[in-house]
């Protein structure tokens, strides 16, 4: 009965905090970028390696993340007219690996692209443990993401995964920068696989104030947007699933897009 109304308390002033965060001046761009960049390279904050997903960041959810992705994505190619290729796969924010061990052992060229090195080093341990794949570690600046394009390559890529990622991205302008990243790196007809935290009908909107503390729901889209701002990025998109809660978080949006 104790611990029910301890976390009762706890959760009234969790929410309290994040309506209060809402409120106030939008901080500029280039702001955010530099608190996200401060928070990641701060290793030493308490919730990090489960905001990285590590595995021991996220003990017993860490296999689950890449398998239920790795199901969800082949359940969602069945709409294509051609099962894609996976010849080269490119996860722009691996973190700990979760995704790599799930996909890298369908590809020959696995290219993780992180802001953060150690997660880069977390994630090829893991990779290397479960196949022989040739992996690229990338590691990008926050405020620089575009200089990943060349590093890649124009159209090398078959697959470009992004999860788990877009909704601690500074803002919208950002994530559609990650957009037009992915396009370039993408080969004609490659598949694009993106998770976004949605708005639901209680209509949150995303948190004005500290990074750190809102990391989990920094960018916020309304489904249509999403699907409408793929489209003039030069995607086609195929598919949207949504999953409204999980172990981890809630109103997940995961879209399937093809490069047109
Ligand atoms: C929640 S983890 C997700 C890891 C992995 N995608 C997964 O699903 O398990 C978020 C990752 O995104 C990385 N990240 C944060 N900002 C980024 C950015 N602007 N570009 C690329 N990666 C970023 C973080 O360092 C962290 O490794």
Redesign the pocket.
């Known amino acids: 009965m104790e611990d029910r109304a301890i976390g009762m308390t706890r959760r009234l002033k969790r929410r309290g905090r994040e309506a209060l965060d809402r409120i106030g001046p939008r901080r500029s761009e280039n702001r955010v970028i530099a608190e ?1 960049a401060q928070y ?1 390279t701060s290793p030493a904050e308490p919730a990090w390696a489960g ?3 590590w595995r021991t960041g996220i003990p017993g959810q860490w296999e689950k ?2 398998q239920d ?1 790795l199901a969800l994505f082949d359940k969602l190619a069945r709409v294509l007219d051609t099962p894609p290729s996976f010849g080269t796969v490119a ?6 690996g ?2 790599a061990v799930a996909f890298a052992p369908r590809a020959e060229r696995f290219v993780a ?4 090195r150690a ?1 880069l080093d977390e994630c090829r341990e893991h990779t290397l443990a479960a196949c022989d794949v040739d992996f690229v570690p990338l590691l ?1 600046e ?1 405020e620089n ?1 575009e200089a990943a394009v060349d590093t890649i390559g124009r159209a090398s890529c078959d697959v470009f ?5 877009v909704e ?3 803002s919208a302008e ?1 994530a559609t920068r ?1 957009l037009r990243i992915a396009r370039a790196v993408l080969a004609p007809g490659g598949v694009a696989f993106i998770q976004v935290k949605y708005r639901d009908s209680d209509g949150r909107t995303a948190p004005r104030r500290s990074y750190a503390r809102n990391l989990a729901s920094q960018t916020i889209f309304p489904i249509d947007h999403f699907w409408k701002l793929a489209g003039q990025t030069g995607f086609r998109p195929e598919a949207v699933h949504l999953v409204p809660e999980n172990e981890l978080d809630r109103n997940y949006a995961y879209f399937l897009l093809t490069a047109a």
Do not use: F, K, M
């Open positions: 996200a990641w905001n990285s997903h993340v890449g992705h996860e722009w924010g691996c973190g700990g979760a995704n692209v992180d802001v953060v997660s990008v926050v993401p995964l992004c999860l788990y990622v601690l991205l500074p950002y990650i």
